[in-house]
């Protein structure tokens, strides 16, 4: 009985991630109680990320202009790159303000299971950077899961013939967290990377 | 370092009801790595809602025809007026597939602290639909908190002296719950309403 139009918005949204058919409907609803401008709004920004936003031919950040912001800026170290498995990722990284270097975007992570191999992400494009332009450094910062480690693996392997310096974020305990809740796998890892006080 | 277009949408996502930044920012990546055409639905799907729904005259219910659907169902028992705060909690109590009445929708409910008084809702709307046409129960389904609880007993005043059943949803544990986890006040209005087995 619910309204075409608003069963459609439903369903729509249920699309997303994330988005069951309680919040779908809760959203559509709270959609249809603000001002038109503002749905107007919501509606343009989807449809010009579509239009406006592509990969950074370098890095394959998602970006507006080539390339992006990010490898373009000047104080930034072009000789350290950051490996992450998605562009999301990196405002992960940005927002610690610790990181000067730029990145590298792999699209994915290796997963048999998902038939995902080295043919699928962008491990050539990595390897083609650091050999071309005198890179020191290139940190790993793939998932802390399986698939994310066995990339990792896989990218220290083709790295090895290379003169770069490879390394992985440390594991350990999350700060802000109760040593009670860490699990054996967590807590392991931070005895083994135990460090002197 | 975010690229203007998606920062703005991810900026716009996190205008919505319980969308914080990082789901804001999840739903924005996943938005761009969808196919245009799943963009362009959403998109559509949002503004159709805003030009096609508007409020059925009877009932106040969200609706793209006038009066709504429910309305003009003569499978339904227009005699049996259900109460709710907001057009969308009507699609909880159809999903029971219990209820073959009509509704009517507050828009809201008095709240001192909100400053919502019985002008700002639509129970004068309600008062009429029982005076004029024969409505012989009204079903308070407000929600079970301190503002459902006093629009309950308002709307319970204002049908005193008219010839209808006024009656309000039943207060208990919810089924499938633990009795462990059964706060208080639900436990004691479970007491209250304890029927013979």
Excluded at 4 to 33: D, H, Q, V
Excluded at 41 to 62: D, G, H, P, Q, Y
Excluded at 129 to 141: D, K, P, T
């Amino acid at each position: 009985m619910t309204a075409p139009p608003l069963a459609n918005l439903i369903n729509e949204l249920t699309k997303l991630p994330g988005i069951g058919g309680k919040s779908a409907a809760r959203l559509a609803y709270f959609i249809l109680k603000r001002p038109s401008a503002e749905a107007e709004a919501l509606a343009t920004a989807i449809l010009e990320v579509k239009t406006k936003i592509f990969r950074c031919s370098t890095c394959n950040n998602m970006t507006d202009i080539d390339p992006c912001a990010i490898c373009i800026d000047p104080r930034r170290d072009p000789t350290l790159i950051c490996v992450v498995e998605e562009a999301f990722n990196i405002p992960t990284i940005e927002q610690t303000r610790d990181f000067k270097g730029v990145y590298h975007v792999l699209l994915g992570a290796l997963s048999p299971l998902k038939g995902i191999g080295p043919q699928d992400i962008d491990v050539a494009g990595l390897i083609k950077r650091v050999q071309n332009s005198g890179v020191r450094e290139v940190i790993v910062a793939t998932n802390p899961n399986v698939e994310g480690e066995a990339t990792a693996s896989y990218i220290a392997q083709q790295l090895r013939g290379i003169a770069v310096k490879t390394t992985r974020l440390a594991f350990g305990l999350p700060v802000g967290g109760d040593l009670e809740y860490a699990d054996q796998v967590t807590m392991a890892k931070a005895l083994e990377g135990r460090r002197e006080i």
